[in-house]
């Protein structure tokens, strides 16, 4: 049973539009989550997180949204830029789990020239 | 600073065969990770090494093993390869146990026949 949830595979927009990544998770106990990319023969490289504290963090044209009563997540980038095709991890942890990092599947972006 | 080497970065066994991957953290990071990643599933979570401990393990079977040793490089183990066990392998590392990023290496594409 899949804790961390990001139920569309893949995504397609169009240059300069707005990129939405969704994930879901089912594990209350959760109070951080990230979002890592991966570039294909890469490592997934940390792109941003955010505390159950917060509703919203911003880093340049990424944000993330956590809406802690629905337990959903969403990683907002704009403008989209076709550097930004890759797999984008949804992950979660909670200091009660000794801080183990669960990890959604995965959406695959692409932008489209 | 140099990041997170795996090696090898390919490997090719056969079912039945045994492997052991190699893991070298960012200097001073003294916690590994692995994760297997395979389509669908995104990262699962394997085990984690703490100053030669493990200090959390996945819902793997013992087949799949790992070590730390006292420079924190860190080896993971898998006995009796199944054709299942075809994946990518990432190391992960971070300077303590209680810190939320992760650093990922490239990762080890296993291929069991």
């Known amino acids: 049973d899949q804790q961390v949830k990001q139920n569309s595979p893949s995504l397609s927009v169009q240059e300069g539009r707005i990129s939405i990544l969704n994930c879901d998770y089912t594990n209350s106990m959760f109070d951080y989550f990230l979002w890592y990319k991966k570039y294909p023969a890469e490592g997934p490289t940390f792109l941003i997180s955010i505390s159950s504290i917060k509703d919203k963090n911003e880093d340049g044209r990424f944000t993330v949204f956590l809406n802690k009563s629905a337990k959903h997540l969403s990683l907002h980038i704009v403008p989209s830029q076709p550097g930004d095709s890759a797999v984008y991890f949804c992950?979660?942890?909670?200091?009660?789990?000794?801080?183990?990092?669960?990890f959604g599947p995965g959406t695959r972006l692409s932008v489209l020239p | 600073k140099a990041g997170v080497t795996q090696t090898p970065r390919y490997l090719i066994k056969t079912r039945g065969q045994q492997v052991t991957l190699s893991c070298s953290p960012i200097s001073g990071h003294r916690s590994v990770s692995w994760y297997q990643q395979t389509p669908g599933q995104g990262l699962q979570f394997l085990f984690e090494?703490?100053?030669?401990?493990?200090?959390n393990k996945g819902n793997f079977p013992g087949r799949f093993s790992g070590r730390q040793f006292s420079n924190s490089r860190s080896e993971m183990n898998v006995s009796t390869l199944e054709l299942g066990d075809s994946a990518l392998y990432l190391c992960?590392?971070?300077?303590?146990?209680?810190?939320?990023?992760?650093?990922f290496g490239p990762g080890t594409r296993l291929t069991v026949l």
């Open positions: 090494y703490f100053s030669e401990t493990q200090r």
């Open positions: 992960a590392s971070r300077p303590r146990a209680v810190y939320n990023e992760q650093f």
């Open positions: 992950a979660a942890s909670s200091d009660n789990y000794g801080q183990n990092f669960v």
